[in-house]
């Protein structure tokens, strides 16, 4: 079976970090053999590669070509307008990735089915891709946007075109299954194929030598996200207000940081609050290993990767009770679930660290969220949605 992964969730040499769990549920899907993948990672066109230009730089020195782990894997650029080019966006991305799509089939590479991520915009040119060619296709839904974006008129009326028309609507978490129901897709049809954790690169590792190493002493948190506001960052910064004697590490960048940063030095919070910036995933393990807890204070998440990454480096987690965290965090060795308010969090920490579980039982837990079972499921489902392949010769 060959498949085309359309995305525009998808590490890349310039953003290596970026959408990995993607690329993750892939490379578990190639691995069990018979299915053969190339992926389309449309990026936005921007002309320079200036550091002061930021994320967009970024975009920019994304090169057109990559080899990722085996995997061929291409980035048409296509016309992103910032704010106003919402209701654009699902048309500019599917006509550059059905140029991109075209020219592979005449290449020799007949996919037999469309494998999309994300509903909006993502997921709505995929499904007007897989119309065009006639294959079928799969949409995944991740998070945002099950829980927020249904709400905007303009974007769930095209999620839903898209979500009745997919031959397999998948969810990474039973919470989100109404909500991908709501936009009308056939509940015969809905999956759910949960996020997996790599096992290998996060483990425990020797959490004194790593602490020593960062210069780290005491008790020890983590918050590990984006800086934007729905991640929650400014309420484990407050939290730590209750905490007397803790370090809290902020592992991540984004938009929100001069304010995190404002917030701790006004609360007296500055000497006891790190921020690491955006980390390599080898770096973002360590920093799991040197904190006894992960702190998670998100208004929205699907399926959150934070999560199982810390559970298996062995160190639990105090997270909102929300969406799909309750999936996750489902038993005493995964952590505690709390409301999403500082005094809450501190709370949970203090519980937590009065009777914290064994490393060994934490690792254990997220060794059931493995991605084989993921990789098995994806499998069955491309079989039963897809042809049979009548040669090379389509398209």
Not at 266 to 292: C, K, P, S, T
């Amino acid at each position: 079976m060959r498949l085309l992964v359309l995305t525009t969730l998808f590490p890349n040499a310039a953003r290596p970090d970026h959408g990995v769990f993607v690329e993750a549920r892939l490379r578990a899907l190639v691995a069990r053999g018979g299915v053969e993948a190339r992926v389309l990672a449309p990026v936005p066109w921007f002309a320079s590669r200036h550091p002061r230009w930021g994320t967009w730089a970024e975009w920019a020195r994304v090169p057109p070509r990559e080899l990722r782990h085996g995997i061929e894997v291409r980035h048409p650029r296509y016309l992103h307008l910032p704010r106003v080019g919402m209701r654009a966006q699902p048309f500019l991305l599917a006509a550059a990735a059905l140029r991109a799509a075209t020219a592979w089939r005449r290449e020799g590479f007949a996919f037999d089915a469309i494998d999309a991520h994300f509903l909006y915009p993502d997921g709505v040119a995929a499904w007007l891709v897989a119309r065009r060619l006639g294959v079928p296709f799969a949409v995944t839904g991740r998070g945002t946007d099950l829980n927020l974006y249904p709400a905007m008129p303009w974007p769930r009326r095209w999620m839903s075109r898209a979500v009745r028309d997919a031959d397999a609507p998948v969810t990474v978490c039973e919470a989100l299954r109404p909500p991908l129901l709501a936009l009308g897709a056939d509940a015969r049809r809905v999956r759910v194929l949960r996020n997996g954790v790599d096992l290998e690169r996060f483990r425990p590792l020797a959490r004194d030598e790593l602490r020593a190493r960062m210069g780290i002493a005491g008790p020890t948190l983590a918050s590990v996200g984006h800086l934007v506001a729905r991640k929650g960052h400014d309420i484990a910064i407050a939290a730590l207000g209750a905490l007397p004697g803790w370090t809290l590490l902020v592992a991540g960048d984004g938009p929100e940081r001069g304010e995190l940063e404002r917030q701790a030095v006004a609360q007296g919070l500055g000497g006891r609050v790190r921020f690491l910036g955006r980390l390599a995933l080898e770096d973002l393990a360590r920093v799991y290993n040197a904190a006894d807890i992960l702190v998670l204070a998100s208004d929205r998440e699907g399926r959150a990767n934070v999560l199982l990454e810390s559970m298996a480096c062995g160190t639990p987690v105090v997270a909102t009770r929300i969406w799909g965290t309750p999936e996750v965090v489902s038993s005493p060795a995964a952590g505690l679930l709390v409301v999403r308010d500082a005094r809450a969090i501190a709370d949970g920490v203090r519980a937590l660290a009065a009777a914290p579980p064994p490393r060994d039982a934490t690792r254990r837990h997220a060794e059931a969220f493995s991605w084989d079972a993921t990789a098995a499921g994806l499998e069955a489902m491309f079989r039963a949605v897809a042809p049979p392949r009548r040669g090379d010769a389509a398209g």
